[in-house]
């Protein structure tokens, strides 16, 4: 089988947030925006699989759109994240870079989808 780049991306990132989710909670005591972080960064990597065996190109669209929208809110949990200093800037950094990674492969992928 060939590489997956958005597969391995989207796993590599949510195995990332599951341990950021962990030093969240224990560490910081942060429980309900680590909490929504953790689904949607954990969702973006589960609908990209569900897309590897759509049933049409319509159902495959319409699951990495979904990949896309928990990605954008994955960035948005980030960003707030950051700006509550519940992150510091260097862990911020490393995620964000790696997300706005997902969100430009998804956009990549919706709209090649869609001709």
Not at 41 to 61: C, L, M, P, Y
Not at 93 to 109: N, P, T, Y
Request: charged share 30%; hydrophobic share 40%.
């Amino acid at each position: 089988m060939k590489p997956n780049p958005i597969k391995e991306k989207s796993f590599d990132f949510a195995v990332g947030i599951v341990n950021l989710y962990q030093e969240l909670t224990t560490e910081k005591k942060e429980f309900v925006m680590s909490r929504q972080l953790l689904k949607s960064a954990t969702s973006i990597g589960a609908n990209v699989r569900e897309a590897e065996f759509a049933q049409s190109k319509a159902d495959f669209t319409n699951k990495m759109s979904i990949s896309l929208k928990e990605a954008n809110e994955t960035d948005y949990w980030l960003d707030l994240l950051h700006a509550t200093n519940y992150l510091d800037s260097k862990e911020f950094d490393k995620f964000k870079l790696k997300s706005q990674e997902l969100l430009r492969l998804l956009v990549s992928i919706v709209k090649s989808s869609k001709l």
